[in-house]
């Protein structure tokens, strides 16, 4: 099985052609002021139009209005949006009834009761996100989870495992969690918001490495 990777908070055409170079297969981009990765909807239309088809784009929310979230959604037709706040299942079943995208949702992952609650997302989000819990921000804090937490579960939707990865992690976290999605912010960063196209290729590298192994294995 090949591992998604999914690059977030982009906001430069050189960080996407990256992205796309070393094989990723989707990029986040952040509307959410408070981040130093935020872009504006003209940003985020614009960086959209620029992005290869290889590549998925994810829009990430965090507990946006159904005026903005459909102000962003006609705006930059993203493939996906992640929402990264305290968004119910029931606000994800109406955006799926009125959007033609992709609906993720991101579960800080504290314990196993986090697990056993989101099943209520079970047959209405596209794909589950475990990140950390929310601290100053709500995503992009470059905090571990627990792996041991995911090894062994049975997840009955699409998921993806986020939270402090980077080049150095990421192959012993596939190891332990066989998270069939990667997804990577501040680990391919020189300093906040700032992507580094040598650690991106790195991480991505580690990602097919642990691929190749587990296809001779
Ligand atoms: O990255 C942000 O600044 C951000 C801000 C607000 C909501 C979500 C945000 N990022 C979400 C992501 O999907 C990150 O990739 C994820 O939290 C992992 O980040 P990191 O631990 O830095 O790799």
């Known amino acids: 099985m090949t591992t998604l990777i999914k690059i977030c908070g982009l906001s430069t055409e050189a960080a996407i052609d990256a992205?796309?170079?070393?094989?990723?297969s989707h990029i986040g981009l952040v509307h959410f002021e408070k981040s130093?990765?935020?872009?504006?909807?003209?940003q985020a239309a614009k960086l959209r139009a620029r992005t290869p088809t290889s590549l998925k784009v994810v829009l990430l929310l965090v507990n946006a209005s159904p005026v903005l979230?459909?102000?962003?959604?006609?705006?930059?037709?993203?493939?996906?949006?992640?929402?990264?706040?305290?968004?119910?299942?029931?606000?994800l079943t109406m955006v799926k009834k009125h959007m033609k995208v992709e609906v993720w949702k991101a579960l800080g992952l504290r314990s196993a009761e986090t697990l056993a609650n989101a099943r209520r997302f079970d047959g209405i989000a596209d794909r589950l996100i475990f990140d950390a819990p929310a601290q100053a921000l709500p995503?992009?804090?470059g905090t571990r989870v627990d792996w041991s937490l995911l090894a062994g579960h049975r997840h009955l939707v699409p998921w993806g495992l986020a939270g402090g990865l980077d080049a150095d992690n990421v192959e012993e976290a596939l190891a332990a969690t066989h998270a069939p999605?990667?997804?990577?912010?501040?680990?391919?960063?020189?300093?906040?918001?700032?992507?580094?196209?040598?650690?991106?290729?790195?991480?991505?590298?580690?990602?097919?490495?642990?691929?190749?192994?587990?296809?001779?294995?």
Request: aromatic share 6%; proline share 5%.
């Open 139 to 141: 995503g992009g804090n």
């Open 36 to 42: 130093p990765r935020h872009v504006t909807l003209d």
């Open 19 to 24: 992205a796309a170079a070393n094989g990723a």
């Open 69 to 91: 979230t459909e102000q962003a959604y006609k705006a930059v037709r993203p493939d996906v949006i992640q929402f990264h706040g305290s968004e119910k299942p029931e606000w």
């Open 181 to 217: 999605l990667v997804d990577v912010s501040s680990g391919v960063e020189s300093a906040p918001g700032l992507k580094d196209m040598d650690k991106m290729a790195r991480f991505c590298q580690a990602v097919a490495n642990h691929d190749q192994r587990s296809h001779q294995a």
